[in-house]
């Protein structure tokens, strides 16, 4: 339904919407992320946020923003915002989403991710055919979101991961 080589044909938005094992992503990166968020599950709605091991998922890390959930989605605090991130967007760690600085596209497309996210409490995707990134050529932006608890319980954290693929539009 939404393979890579439609998605880029396209040119068009998908998302957010409900992924699961065998999603056909843009990018192996968050292929390997859903895996590794699926493995460490298990048979709960969702995995704690102790159940992660920075150690196996390494080769993530420039990718990852890790998110605390405030108000029940009303707004997201930064927590740990990965290298390629911050390469992009600036150094945004420790503020609220709401407060970053970072152009109001990509403010209003990680709202409506991470919401959305929230709300199903399911791994997210979503799909931008360009960035909101001031400066940049035409990339692929793709997007997880992964619902995580500090509790076992109550979804109050998340784990996202961006990644931006340049490539040349066909004429």
């Known amino acids: 339904m939404h393979r890579v080589e439609t998605r880029r044909a396209g040119n068009k938005a998908i998302g957010p919407l409900e992924v699961t094992e ?3 992503f843009c990018s192996p990166v968050l292929k390997q ?3 590794y968020w699926l493995e460490i599950k298990r048979d709960a709605p969702f995995p704690q946020r102790a159940d992660l091991v920075p150690e196996k998922f390494v080769s993530l890390w420039p990718y990852v923003l890790m998110i605390d959930v405030i108000d029940g989605g009303a707004d997201y ?5 990965g290298q390629n991130l911050v390469n992009a967007y600036g150094e945004q760690t ?3 989403s709401s407060e970053a600085n970072v152009p109001e596209l990509v403010r209003q497309r990680s709202k409506l991710l991470f919401d959305f996210c929230v709300t199903h409490a399911t791994p997210t995707y979503a799909y931008w055919p360009e960035s909101g990134a001031k400066g940049r050529t035409f990339v692929d932006v793709e997007a997880l979101c992964l619902p995580l608890s500090s509790d076992g319980r ?3 954290r ?3 991961l961006n990644v931006n693929s340049r490539r040349d539009i066909k004429k």
């Open 158 to 160: 998340l784990m996202s």
């Open 22 to 24: 065998g999603f056909e």
């Open 33 to 35: 992320a859903l895996s």
């Open 154 to 156: 109550s979804l109050d």
């Open 77 to 81: 605090f930064l927590r740990l915002f």
């Open 94 to 96: 420790g503020r609220r």
